[in-house]
């Protein structure tokens, strides 16, 4: 039984990573903590699925609805960051205005999908399970456990090997330098926002699939777990926050397994308390963004 | 309308106008020492519960309970300072809000707070002038405190640790201070507000709590208690004054709070702080 | 033909405002008056897929009403639908404002059970009647003499659940998974777990689940490992959907049993073929065949495109029960209060509603099974 419970922890932690991805690269790059970043996970979701109901395929579907995630992202940064980045406003403020899109997002989600909750296969998804050994799962898991490992390896590589992902590292080191050694801030900020929001929606996107459920609140448990899974990982660092993916679905889910459920998000938070405390850079906080 | 018939219809909202404004100066200390010390609402939690504990289970007359309800928080407070004690922004941040979930989940898997099913019964005999008058006295104690050196230190260590380090600050003990000071106040706020809606559920006094009172605070201004104070009394009555709205309120009140941040930054003080303060 | 057709218009007309709107014509002691009911509900918030259900519902009696599909006696009656955003400040303010306005004479609502607790003791103070269709947790009616309900408790649903599924199955071994965070999800948990071992079954595991979680598979894993009969859900649909198709994932092929919180369409509709003879045990069928309720359930469908679940139900049957009682001249709130505790039978969608000495609805549960694509009494 414990294999199966590590691989239910598998499952669930490649999701939370991929939330963590976005969270992390904002602050990395910006000292902001994205409040609306469980939004863009959420409408994303639905999105995509509007998408399929129209009668795109769903790999399309996918793709369109993290483009568009990645595209709101940028539109956050317009509307909620940018101004107040040029007001010298701090960090606390942003995160204000971060909850203040959030609402927003909700609110349009409502209004253009409603209160129930909405699913991709209507009749239950017909995953046939795949028995290996002691364990059992789903090709469906499967393939949503290889895209996330997959986008994870995506965005390492566009940090390590691109201009671009240069550029972000450099900016998550030291904006002023940067700057001085003319990297566009603007434009890479932007490009920043939109690959955390697009790998934002993508978790959003997996999660909806993975359940065949998508509703307005497919975020409100993920926004806070999320921050424990990059304290545990590490603030700014990529590895970090897979890792801290991982561990977290690994406590959550050992946690149900020795019968402490309705203690799960205390022990969450307290791992993360925890190494807070005796680590504040996290496990990776010595590797941050900056060396990717 | 007069004044006697719009009491009778508004009381309820007056009384969590009241409260209100206590937990968004609780945050105001932490937030002038320049601490992001997001624990004020699990320290009214854990006063709120201690309160009417102490009363139902213990027959505390109403003055007892309320005090033992501040010392239970201001005790928490001082228990959390140590730890943290290293944090800065978002870091100490998060770090309180795990500690506020931690509180949450003791209160929903614990018998005597009643669990999930929530605490109901508790005596009622929390008033609006026993709330508004504990305000007052708040304030008052902090327009004093205003004046001693104590703030002057705190201000320093907000505008730059390493520099009032060097003039002689002992910023370990303003930290610490700011922290126990604010979360007694959250502790009277959240005994008040046992005492005056008679029923309490681990929810209250969750993230989504906190983070009302980070928006009260940051609305109104991060260094101004005044400000704090406007905050939270504007944000209390909005959902009700934009009732009308029905269907769009939840889109009106995030793009007032957007629009609002974005046109002052600094809150909404900065409309009427002397300038080059 | 320009002249005929002229004619045949007017006369048309004449005759549509000579006949009244609507079927039922009677006139009771408060025709000609206005009464709107006030209503509490979580239109939007993390309550909002219950609330807006009720929230139609009682729009659709308003339309009924005004069309004399309810008969309100000739008075106009209309429910006055305020969202409470599942925040229990507004919950509070909204009853202090129904309570003191002088005009609205009694309040349907809240949609949660821990609000109720919050608002209720305003209404008694007030002396003010409310009724609750949704707040099903113990100690709601107790909060004072004016509070009534007209949904029945998990107390009065599962015992009767439970009874008659052993009677079928004979379960030896039985797991429980409820959800820990709220007062309706828990007491379903202590209340399977009590007449499971009454029925002298054996509890071989508890799991518990947060509201909003999504994924189930650790518990479910760990119930596969004690081999159950019978898996009991404690929770609301849209966590029980999802235990229910995870527990098919993983290959479970033990009977399942819900309470009232999976009376929803969702059930069938999402839950794939692992929800086929899941039994629930409710306080409405969709079928039933209750004077009124086929139509109700047409025109919920009609006018919203979707199907009423059992808060919809309930809430309507709360409508028809006022729209009763200003039949019979209730206008004002002591009024209502008088008549509320002096109703006999009112016929309504959930069946005839009358209430016990403690203000409950006297009524028993009907236990239900998923069948294809809907629900089915149990055999």
Redesign the interface.
């Known amino acids: 039984m414990l294999a199966q419970q590590l691989l239910n922890a598998l499952f669930l932690g490649a999701v939370y990573a991929l939330f963590a991805l976005g969270y992390t690269l904002i602050f990395g790059v910006l000292d902001i903590l994205n409040l609306a970043h469980a939004a863009i996970y959420m409408i994303a979701a639905f999105a995509a699925y509007s998408l399929v109901a129209d009668g795109l395929p769903l790999p399309l579907a996918a793709g369109l609805a993290i483009v568009m995630a990645g595209v709101i992202g940028i539109l956050l940064d317009r509307v909620a960051f940018a101004p107040l980045r040029r007001r010298n406003a701090g960090t606390l403020v942003p995160l204000i205005s971060s909850i203040g899109v959030a609402i927003v997002i909700g609110a349009i989600a409502r209004a253009v999908y409603g209160i129930d909750e909405r699913h991709f296969v209507e009749g239950g998804l017909d995953a046939t399970p795949i028995h290996l050994g002691p364990v059992t799962f789903t090709s469906l898991e499967a393939i949503i456990l290889a895209t996330a490992i997959g986008l994870m390896f995506g965005l390492s590589y566009v940090l390590r090997a691109t201009v671009l992902g240069r550029n972000i590292r450099a900016v998550a080191q030291d904006r002023v330098a940067a700057a001085l050694l003319g990297v566009d801030l603007e434009r890479t900020i932007a490009a920043t926002f939109f690959i955390a929001s697009a790998l934002g929606g993508a978790a959003g996107i997996l999660t909806g699939l993975e359940y065949n459920a998508v509703s307005l609140d497919l975020g409100s448990q993920i926004e806070l777990k999320g921050l424990a899974v990059i304290i545990l990982g590490g603030m700014g660092s990529i590895t970090g926050a897979v890792i801290g993916g991982f561990a977290i679905g690994i406590v959550e889910t050992l946690a149900v397994a020795y019968g402490l459920s309705a203690w799960r998000d205390a022990l969450t938070f307290g791992v993360m308390f925890l190494i807070l405390v005796a680590r504040p850079a996290g496990i990776f906080g010595a590797r941050a963004l900056r060396s990717a | 309308m007069n004044l006697g018939t719009f009491y009778?219809?508004?009381?309820?909202?007056i009384d969590?106008i009241g409260i209100n404004a206590l937990l968004a100066l609780s945050l105001s200390v932490s937030l002038q020492a320049g601490q992001?010390a997001l624990a004020q609402a699990a320290f009214a939690g854990i006063a709120a519960y201690v309160s009417a504990i102490a009363a139902m289970q213990f027959g505390f007359p109403l003055a007892a309970a309320i005090a033992v309800a501040i010392a239970a928080a201001a005790l928490a407070a001082a228990a959390l300072a140590y730890?943290?004690r290293?944090?800065r922004?978002?870091?100490l941040?998060?770090?309180t809000?795990?500690?506020g979930?931690?509180v949450?989940?003791?209160a929903?898997?614990v018998d005597i707070t009643g669990?999930?099913?929530?605490l109901?019964g508790i005596p009622?005999d929390v008033t609006t002038p026993i709330i508004y008058g504990a305000l007052l006295l708040v304030a008052l104690a902090l327009v004093a405190l205003a004046r001693t050196k104590f703030a002057l230190a705190v201000k320093l260590t907000r505008e730059d640790e390493n520099a009032a380090r060097g003039v002689g600050v002992d910023v370990g003990m303003v930290r610490f201070a700011s922290l126990v000071i604010g979360g007694a106040i959250a502790g009277l706020a959240g005994a008040l507000y046992a005492h005056a809606?008679?029923?309490l559920?681990?929810?209250?006094f969750g993230?989504a709590r906190m983070?009302q009172i980070?928006?009260w605070c940051?609305?109104g201004g991060?260094t101004s208690p005044a400000g704090a104070v406007v905050g939270a009394v504007l944000l209390?009555i909005l959902?009700?004054v934009i009732?009308p709205l029905?269907?769009?309120?939840?889109?009106t009140?995030?793009?007032i709070?957007?629009g609002v941040?974005?046109f002052v930054?600094?809150g909404l003080s900065m409309l009427w702080a002397k300038r080059g303060v | 033909m320009k002249f005929v057709a002229r004619v045949a218009l007017v006369s048309a007309a004449m005759i549509a405002l000579a006949v009244p709107a609507g079927a039922a014509a009677t006139k009771g002691p408060a025709a000609g008056k206005t009464v709107t009911v006030g209503v509490i509900a979580d239109v939007t918030g993390s309550a909002a897929v219950y609330g807006t259900m009720q929230k139609n519902a009682y729009d659709l009696a308003t339309a009924d009403a005004a069309a004399g599909i309810i008969d309100a006696g000739g008075a106009t009656l209309s429910f006055n639908v305020q969202d409470a955003a599942s925040d229990g400040a507004q919950v509070v303010n909204l009853m202090q404002k129904f309570t003191t306005d002088g005009t609205t004479p009694l309040v349907l609502g809240p949609t949660l059970s821990g609000e109720a607790f919050k608002a209720f003791p305003l209404a008694k103070a007030a002396n003010f009647p409310v009724i609750g269709t949704s707040t099903t947790a113990e100690g709601v009616t107790a909060i004072g003499p004016t509070v009534f309900r007209v949904s029945l408790a998990e107390s009065q649903a599962i015992p009767p659940t439970v009874a008659k599924v052993q009677s079928i199955w004979h379960g030896k071994n039985v797991a429980i998974i409820y959800g820990d965070d709220n007062a309706f999800t828990k007491t379903d948990g202590a209340l399977f777990q009590r007449e499971f071992e009454k029925s002298g079954a054996t509890v071989v595991d508890t799991e518990t689940f947060h509201i909003g979680d999504k994924d189930f598979q650790a518990q479910l894993t760990r119930i596969a490992s004690k081999k159950p009969d019978i898996i009991a859900i404690g929770g609301l649909f849209p966590e029980a959907t999802k235990i229910i198709e995870q527990a098919g994932k993983l290959g479970i092929k033990a009977h399942m049993v819900g309470g009232n919180g999976l009376n929803s369409t969702a059930m069938y509709a999402t839950a794939g073929p692992a929800a086929q003879g899941v039994v629930v045990g409710a306080a409405w069928f969709i079928g039933n065949k209750y004077t009124g309720n086929e139509a109700f359930v047409k025109r919920f469908k009609a006018k919203y495109g979707s199907l009423p679940d059992q808060f919809a139900a309930q809430a309507y049957a709360a409508a028809q029960v006022v729209a009763a009682l200003v039949k019979s001249g209730a206008t004002t709130k002591d009024e209502f209060s008088a008549g509320l505790r002096g109703l006999r039978i009112v016929q309504t969608v959930l069946g005839p509603i009358a209430f016990d000495s403690n203000r409950d609805v006297k009524a028993a549960p009907v236990v239900l099974q998923i069948v294809k694509d809907g629900f089915a009494y149990l055999q």
């Open positions: 009778a219809q508004h009381s309820r909202l969590q992001l730890p943290v290293k944090l922004g978002i870091f941040a998060i770090a809000i795990g500690f979930e931690i949450r989940v003791v929903n898997n669990g999930a099913e929530g109901s009622n809606f008679y029923f559920t681990p929810t209250d993230f983070e980070l928006v940051v609305i991060v209390s959902p009700e009732r029905a269907d769009y309120r939840e889109l009140s995030g793009l709070l957007l941040i974005l930054p600094n």
